[in-house]
């Protein structure tokens, strides 16, 4: 079994982190694994990606091939159509609903919205459902926990356990509250 | 023991269990993880393994080929363009030769993520003599330090090592081997004066080693044949391979090419049993223009320059499937509803306040014009702020200024940022000083290296004293906050720098928001 994941969003919201989480599971579960990451300029509220890659078999490619993603998981809607040719014809995107705005020129949110909900997509406002669950800086392990179910080559239980230990050394009150965020993120998803 | 490493990691881990005592680096993306992960690593900071940031890559350069000399091993990291900066010492450490095992490792940007131009690096190695590795993947960069410095040593030369920023970015799982002792202290008793009789000489010696680099490379474990039935036959170089297996898996009739000088006779016997050969390489089109001059010009070579593979940009699983005849492609049609998201500053940040002040300034004289170098405050080039008119090289601000102001340019302004004007900026500022150039230079000190991700900046408290050394007069030495409540301020000390005829700088202080935060995130835990 192989899977092949976009993440994506802008720079500074948390993308690196979910694919550490990721990674951690992948690793402690015996897959192979390549991620592909982008550093240095882009990361100033530009763009950003990662190229994920699990499977039970070895990997060549670091970089996922147009039409062959299995999933786009995104930290914001316009970002997550950005990668649209990457998709594959049974791929899903998972992605946060509330656009972030740090351009003049972003699309007419209605609009974005109604193009969104064209596409294999589920999408949640994740910033308010890590707000509501006392974690407003645990969004980005909403849209993990949103994701988790659909991820098929990990399981929930496997990515709880890599987020308790990636963030173990940040002590026991942090793990609880990315769990927390996670699990409110698994719950959504799943509705 | 298997370790999920960044290329970058696997490179830093590899050299520290081979060994290491020093490395010697200046930050450029997508090099910089080296340096810092050997910083970081438990078993450099008990050996006292050198990691300190350098001032520039020359002189990172230099430190490294002192150590080697002194019989240690050490490594010299930089991103491509950084070559073009440390290019004195560097080909002539081919000349010299090394004692401890010496490896140059050059981090290329095809695509230009984070750059300013796609050079590769295969060519400096070629053009000083030397051996250069290539690896495919994570595992490869770390086995090929240890077998970089054991060929360094018994070749007597640097050995440079070349990575692509999909290999240097990108995770996987590597196998970690023991770490090995370091060399001992012992300093070389071989002459290394390059004085014209001597270096006649060592060249000759240089030129006789050069069958020696090729033996290594025909017996390389890093460069290997696959066959297969087909009849189109490939030469995939570096991470080319990995494309290659992607779109063709087992059925490829193919030679990897991992290091250089080329394995000529594999490549010779493949060439003999298929009809024409496609080069597959990340970069510029090394191989290519190599082996058509090899095979002779009625055999069939396709590549980049051919058309097969774009002429520019990084490879990619596509656009090599598609020169091996394959397809993949899009299922979903491209968003309606899209907009480019350019990198920009951060709010907050005291370049934006410059920039803001500058351009207020600035609106008085149509005829400015505003040099710009390379850091985060590049970004100024791009709405909002539309303030600069070149960003070239690192210290090209403050000599193209002046170069333009010697031919009547006013107002003639650089900007360029703190540690950018202690790597290549003071040399230039000595030239405009000699000259009484009438330029304004606004030093932009963030007290980091923050493009690459906050590293220490060499002349950090130094900026005031290092511009009076360097023979600016005091009084057009002036320091401002940049902060939006001090913009009158601000704008007044520009206004008077310009209408100074004669050098000045401006030096706008305030630390990186980042690296600020970060300071205040480590305080509270």
Redesign the interface.
Known sequence: MKKDIILCG??GQGILSIATII??AA?KAGL????????????????VQS?LRLSTEP??????????ADLIISMEP??A??Y??????D?RIVTSSKPFV???????ED??QK?LDT?PSIKLDIETVAKDCGNPRGANMVLLGMAAPIIGILSVKNLREAIATVFARKGEQIVEANLKAFDSGVQAGTK | MKKLLLGDEAVALGAINAGLSGVYAYPGTPSTEITEYIQNHPLAKERGVHSRWCTNEKTAMEAALGMSYAGKRALVCMKHVGMNVCADAFVNSAITGVKGGLIVLAADDPSMHSSQNEQDSRFYAKFALVPCLEPSNQQEAYDMMAYGFDLSEKLGEPIVLRVVTRLAHSRAAVEVTEPKAEKPFSPSTDQWVLLPGIARKKYVALLEKQDAMKQASAESPFNKVERAVSQAGILACGIAYNYVKEALGNDANLVKISQYPLPEEKIKALAAKCDELLIIEDGQPVVEELVTSLLGAGYPVKGRLTGDLPRTGELTPDNVAKALGKTTGAVFAPAKNMAARPPQLCQGCGHRDVYTALNQVLADYPEHRVFGDIGCYTLGALPPFQSLSSCVDMGASITMAKGAADAGLFPSVAVIGDSTFTHSGMTGLLDAVNDKSNITVIISDNLTTGMTGGQDSAGTNKYEAICLGLGVEPEHVRVVVPLPKNMPEIMRVIREEIEYKGVSVIIPRRECIQTFARHARAKKQ
């Open positions: 802008v720079g990674g951690e690793t192979y694994l390549k991620q592909a990451e982008v550093h240095g300029m882009s990361q100033r509220g530009g763009d190229n990997i060549w490619s670091d970089l996922i091939a147009e039409g062959s316009m970002e159509m950005r649209l040719a990457y998709l594959s014809k791929g740090n351009i003049p020129n972003y699309p007419a609009a974005l193009e596409l």
